[in-house]
């Protein structure tokens, strides 16, 4: 039988005797588009929001019995504490493993908790959903690099990166000739594309700081892009986010 494992902060199903089996279905996420009907018209218009919604994915799990319990109401509840957010927020995007689908992430969180279908003291089931979002990241994209003057997504898709700049005073990153410029910075400043966010810390907000094109927030195209940026720094560096659909 062939099996799936699934790594969440820094341990893996296996560390539980837990795996997913074949199959495991993908849930494939819907494009946002509404049908509107309209009197004396044959066919719907229809409105497209140009965006992908979150998907729900179910995860069932086969589990053997592993050392080191004293049964199975010991194992359940250190495998429930595994699956906690490390976010003191309940509901935290965070970052999820799939052995199948590498070097891709998902991003999501626990939508239902666990539970358990016990057959006998060697064998159980479980199963939860995850609650994901509708593109997957390659995991090298979710690293902090300096920010090159060329970059290449290699993806289908453009990427929405973030970029974290240390300095402070005036800036201006280009990237594909648009200039997004930042102004009064103190210190250093996070550009959020993913989330249309500038900030200097979750409860620090720079947005009153950004002048941008059309008030777009700057993506990395696939294939080539041109990056710069004016202004004294001491740091300049990026999460690119490379992504693709499920």
Not at 26 to 45: E, H, L, M, W, Y
Not at 157 to 162: A, D, I, L, V
Request: glycine share 6%.
């Amino acid at each position: 039988m062939n099996y799936v494992k699934l790594v969440y902060r820094g341990r893996s199903s296996e560390d539980f005797g837990a795996r997913i089996t074949y199959p495991l279905n993908i849930v494939q996420p819907k494009r946002n588009i509404t049908a509107t009907s309209v009197s004396g018209v044959n066919g719907d218009f229809l409105m497209d929001a140009t965006n992908y919604g979150n998907i729900q994915q179910p995860i069932n799990m086969l589990v053997e019995f592993p050392k080191g319990y004293k049964d199975w109401t010991e194992w359940f509840m250190e495998f429930c504490d595994w699956l906690q957010p490390q976010d003191k927020e309940p509901t935290s995007y965070e970052e999820w493993q799939l052995s199948m689908l590498e070097p891709y992430r998902f991003i999501g969180y626990v939508a239902q908790p666990p539970t358990i279908s016990i057959s006998n003291s060697i064998l159980a089931k479980v199963n939860f959903t995850l609650t994901v979002k509708p593109f997957v990241m390659q995991y090298d994209g979710l690293l902090w690099r300096d920010v090159p003057q060329t970059v290449i997504n290699h993806e289908r898709y453009s990427s929405q990166p973030t970029f974290h700049i240390v300095g402070s005073g005036d800036f201006t990153l280009t990237v594909n000739g648009l200039q997004y410029k930042l102004t009064n910075i103190d210190d250093e400043v996070y550009i959020d594309s993913e989330n249309c966010l500038v900030y200097k810390s979750k409860t620090q907000n720079r947005a009153n700081c950004a002048i941008f094109p059309n008030n777009d927030f700057p993506e990395l195209a696939s294939g080539v892009n041109k990056i710069s940026l004016s202004g004294k720094y001491s740091k300049f560096e990026y999460q690119a986010k490379w992504r693709r659909k499920l």
